[in-house]
């Protein structure tokens, strides 16, 4: 912390709250990845399901991560476009849309298709969601509250194996017919709805990340939130020093780099939401990156 005591020590409650629900699509990430493997035998019967082989099992399962790639790919470049918060939206909407449309499925590419669509979700969450906890957080609480992503998905592995338990407990096996004259199978894949709606209407509380804010010229919000959420006294000196306070560069090919951040501007050097994993050129004076493929977005940054 510098001099003048710009962030607070202590963490404001609100930013833990605001870090805790960015961390949400962590939850949804790691429950839609895991909940199918209570499932995988019972889709591939030709009584409860479509009557797989072993290949069309695998791929049918797998599908998801088609959607996964080309999510995290375009996750930077669509929230440059449209912010972080309203694609961390449209990644639960996919989620719910994918949990009811995959238990309902009629047939096996029905099926395939809506494994992709949630696969997207999986993507843009695992790219935006600790991109946005990062551009919010003060420097010295980076680190930990981008944990909070990671907590997250481990969390959403767990409560997927305690509720495909609890529904193989309550209608003895996933190919048995359970609620409504659906298979069990069904209703495990259709409650990963709950979580996704959850995500959704939770995400109409999440400020703008400053970064976005001040990118698209909107100043004075940006200080607002970096007052009321980082508890920067000095919102508007830490704004005018951003990097993002000039019009960004963008490179399809570079790492995710900006200025290196100070005690003076702990703000200064956050992450871009458009992730990446590479090595960052020596000429820079640092690098975040996130463990995801995509377009970069980068901000100007001196030379050492």
């Not at 591939?44 to 999510?71: E, H, K, Q, R, T």
């Not at 007052?227 to 960004?248: F, H, I, Q, W, Y």
Request: aromatic letters at 8%; a positive charge; charged letters at 10%.
């Amino acid at each position: 912390m510098n001099q003048n005591n710009e962030v607070p020590t202590k963490l404001h409650a609100k930013l833990i709250t605001v870090a805790t629900i960015g961390a949400v699509g962590g939850f949804l990430f790691g429950y839609d990845t895991s909940v199918i493997n209570g499932a995988v035998d019972a889709i591939a019967s030709p009584d409860s399901g479509f009557g797989l082989n072993a290949a069309m099992s695998g791929f049918s399962v797998s599908s998801a991560m088609i959607g996964c790639v080309v999510g995290a790919w375009f996750a930077g470049t669509l929230a440059d476009r449209i912010g972080r918060v309203h694609v961390m939206q449209l990644a639960a909407a996919l989620f719910v849309f994918s949990a009811l449309f995959t238990g309902l499925a009629s047939n096996i590419w029905v099926f395939v298709i809506f494994r992709i669509v949630g696969g997207l979700g999986v993507g843009f969450t695992s790219a935006i969601g600790p991109a946005y906890i990062s551009e919010i957080s003060p420097s010295s609480r980076r680190g930990f509250l981008t944990g909070f992503q990671q907590m997250a998905i481990a969390l959403g592995i767990v409560a997927s194996l305690v509720v495909n338990d609890s529904y193989l407990l309550g209608s003895g096996g996933a190919a048995v017919t359970f609620w409504a004259g659906l298979e069990t199978w069904r209703w495990m894949l259709m409650t990963t709805a709950v979580p996704g709606v959850i995500m959704f209407a939770l995400t109409f509380a999440l400020p703008e990340s400053p970064r976005y804010l001040v990118m698209k010229g909107k100043k004075a919000i940006a200080e607002k939130v970096l007052l009321e959420v980082v508890g920067d006294r000095n919102a508007s000196a830490t704004v005018e020093r951003s990097p993002r306070a000039s019009k960004a560069r963008r490179s399809p090919r570079s790492p995710i780099c900006a200025a290196r951040p100070s005690a003076s501007n702990p703000w200064y050097g956050s992450a871009s939401a458009s992730p990446c994993s590479s090595r960052c050129p020596a000429r820079t004076s640092s690098c975040s990156t996130i463990p995801a493929c995509g377009r970069l977005s980068v901000s100007p940054s001196p030379r050492l």
